[in-house]
């Protein structure tokens, strides 16, 4: 399946996997001080992934500790009608992509100091293979950048057996920077208050970083009695909308066309026949 923006642009998974924010319970107790979260933040979260009526699939992220590491992991499944390009070069119809990221913040600066990714396939000749999970081709590539100071950072990726490696010279990432709609809602914002951040993300394939703005659009309350909030993400060409709780965590997220919906657990992983 390929996704286009308004410009007709394709866009990959691995993109739209930058902009979503779900967060893990650790299994002890929280420590204080940790910069742009909440105590209330720590939870895990389940969405389901739609093309209107259509499930995809499924995002699993967590955050964790350590006693010196902030570690966000995530994880977006997806299964996707092939082009007819993409069919002639694989010699398959429908493929099933995983994308799986994990970033590790320093807790006393704050700063990024390892990201890790992973990007794979699946291939599968017709539907009922892609039913069975009975695939007949697998591929993945592999990122590493570890930050080695003075704004460098040390990448390392692994392409179809080749591997590479490179320095880059980038921006660190702050922590706070990082979970900035987070922050935001926990700063208790007015309905129109902007928040510019120079250093959202780090492309590391792309060599660049990017930037953001937020804008707090609406404020009521839910079904709970709590306060909803919606945000505007201006990043770059794009606008993203995400519908979060008085914490900052995303309830559901309008993206690229794809529809992000929080789940149970079950409900969100499970992929069959009735909700293709």
């Not at 000749?125 to 930050?147: C, G, H, V």
């Not at 930037?211 to 201006?234: F, W």
């Amino acid at each position: 399946m390929t996704i286009l923006n308004e410009k007709g642009e394709i866009l990959s998974l691995r993109l739209i996997s930058k902009f979503i924010f779900l967060i893990f319970l650790p299994n002890f107790v929280f420590t204080e001080g940790i910069q742009g979260l909440a105590e209330e933040n720590f939870g895990e979260r389940f969405y389901g992934v739609y093309l209107g009526e259509f499930k995809l699939g499924y995002v699993i992220h967590k955050v964790s500790q350590t006693e010196h590491t902030v570690i966000q992991d995530f994880s977006m499944n997806i299964r996707m009608a092939l082009s007819e390009e993409e069919q002639t070069q694989h010699k398959a119809k429908y493929a099933f992509s995983q994308i799986i990221s994990r970033y590790q913040f320093d807790k006393k600066n704050g700063l990024l100091n390892e990201m890790t990714e992973a990007d794979g396939k699946k291939y599968y000749a017709d539907y009922d293979s892609l039913l069975k999970s009975n695939y007949f081709k697998r591929e993945i590539s592999t990122l590493t950048a570890k930050y080695k100071g003075d704004f460098s950072y040390e990448v390392l990726t692994n392409n179809k057996a080749e591997e590479r490696s490179k320095l880059l010279k980038l921006p660190k990432l702050h922590m706070n920077d990082y979970f900035a709609e987070i922050n935001f809602i926990l700063s208790n914002p007015e309905i129109g208050e902007t928040r510019s951040i120079e250093v959202f993300d780090l492309d590391f394939e792309k060599e660049v970083f990017l930037g953001a703005t937020l804008t707090l659009k609406q404020k009521e309350r839910g079904l709970e009695g709590n306060y909803e909030y919606v945000i505007q993400e201006d990043l770059g060409d794009e606008t993203f909308t995400y519908t979060v709780d008085r914490y900052g965590n995303i309830i559901g997220a309008e993206i690229f066309g794809l529809n992000l919906i929080l789940e149970p657990k079950e409900q969100a992983i499970t992929l069959d026949a009735k909700n293709i």
